[in-house]
């Protein structure tokens, strides 16, 4: 949620970086301006009347001493009591409105970023070499099938489209993947947390996803009583409330957390062609990585987030480059995002892998999530979060770079440890 503070100050401005994000907020912005005095105005006046109401039941005793006919005083009462309670009616409706149009506000992107979307992102780097073949490669669907990988077809007969289930060393391989990621971010100081793969409400609305993506995940209603819960479409949308409604000390910081979870996403819509496969998936497996921290610290935590997404796709192997997603292309909750995207050969381009944002105290005020200093001052922290990583475009990308010419896939080194040692994935029915 944005600064009021920053609103009043400079609404213009605020109009200005929410355009570059693509969310034309004009009306919006001067509607909360609006709604903003309104709820001042009302609250003052009614404390006015409480004041006054306050005062006339004081004379009443004395009145009632000196034998004076208070009914006048009752009748003054009863109609200030009215018009307070009719007050605080319209004070609610004045907030409950200045609530929603607060929480639908986007986060302001960083004054560098290019205003527009992905076609104004800007490749930072590339790392290492397009793969190159000397033969006619196989796409990762035929790949992962002939060698008994994934199993589409059953995957489909159990969930329907867009789903798939892993089999055999196609399931150690995946497992593998995810234990390599969790690791590395262990031995880098990261606190391993499973968490719920069902959350409540507020969780979504902390990170920034709800109300105005409510419907783009799986809701749950439970049938014995009224909750509703909502299948978590990343962990993030878990960890980042871990700290909701708390005050953590200066000597806290910075939080550093990972948790693994099946994430749950309604795709909608039909799938490309270049898409078959895994590309994209209503559950697929990831790794997330959340940061809390000081805001001074916190495009030094989003460097470190980059560098650790990178180095994991390095450890791969992998072809790879890094994207500055443009103002538009950064999603709503966040200011700042970086894509680390990897080659799979097949669709003749890069898929996005990972994630890495800079939410600065976006989520930190929609979760009163607060850091105190030493000085015993109160503000927002800051949230980060980033992907490390997400398999359903690495395993692609793993068979479809690592195949050999004869359907063979070729184990990348960092995972051959959880594999037993298994250096190359053989079609045994050969």
């Known amino acids: 949620m944005l600064d009021i503070k920053l609103i009043k100050e400079n609404p213009e401005k605020v109009k200005k970086l929410l355009l570059a994000k693509e969310a034309d907020c004009g009306a919006e912005i001067d509607r909360i301006l609006e709604l903003d005095a309104q709820r001042r105005d009302m609250i003052f006046q009614t404390e006015q009347l409480k004041a006054e109401q306050n005062k006339v039941s004081k ?229 997330e990585m959340v940061q809390f921290t000081l805001p001074e610290k916190s495009d030094e935590a989003f460097d470190e987030l980059v560098t650790k997404a990178e180095n994991l796709v390095k450890g791969l192997g992998f072809h790879f480059r890094t994207v500055k997603l443009a103002a538009g292309d950064c999603s709503a909750s966040m200011a700042r995002t970086y894509d680390i995207e990897i080659q799979i050969p097949s669709m003749n381009g890069y898929k996005e892998v990972s994630s890495v944002s800079n939410a600065r105290d976006y989520q930190s005020r929609r979760g009163s999530m607060r850091v105190r200093r030493k000085d015993g001052k109160i503000e927002l922290m800051h949230t980060l979060n980033g992907s490390g990583l997400a398999t359903s475009r690495i395993m692609p990308a793993l068979v479809e770079q690592n195949q050999l010419k004869d359907g063979s896939v070729v184990v990348p080194e960092v995972l051959r440890k959880y594999l037993g040692g298994l250096e190359v994935i053989k079609n045994e029915k050969k």
């Open 59 to 287: 004379q009443i005793p004395q009145m009632k001493k000196n034998g004076e006919d208070t009914a006048p005083v009752f009748a003054k009462m009863s109609e200030l009591k009215a018009t307070i309670s009719e007050n605080d009616g319209k004070l609610r409706a004045i907030e409950d409105e200045y609530k929603s149009l607060m929480l639908s506000l986007p986060n302001l992107p960083d004054e560098d970023l290019l205003p527009g979307g992905k076609e104004n992102n800007e490749p930072l780097r590339y790392i290492g070499e397009p793969h190159v073949f000397d033969f006619e490669p196989q796409h990762h669907v035929d790949l992962c099938t002939n060698l008994g990988l994934i199993d589409y077809e059953r995957g489909t007969k159990l969930a329907g489209s867009g789903f798939w289930i892993y089999s055999g060393i196609g399931a150690r391989l995946e497992w593998a993947l995810l234990n390599y990621f969790i690791d590395t971010h262990v031995d880098d100081g990261y606190e391993f947390m499973l968490v719920p793969h069902m959350l409540e409400y507020e969780c979504g609305l902390t990170a920034g996803q709800f109300p105005k993506f409510a419907d783009e995940v799986y809701k749950i209603a439970n049938p014995t009583d009224e909750r509703v819960h909502y299948m978590l479409p990343t962990a993030e949308a878990a960890l980042v409330s871990l700290h909701r409604n708390e005050i953590l000390e200066e000597s806290d910081l910075p939080k550093k957390y990972i948790s693994y979870t099946p994430c749950f996403r309604r795709e909608a819509g039909s799938y490309r062609s270049d898409e078959r496969g895994m590309v994209r998936g209503h559950q697929f497996n990831k790794v």
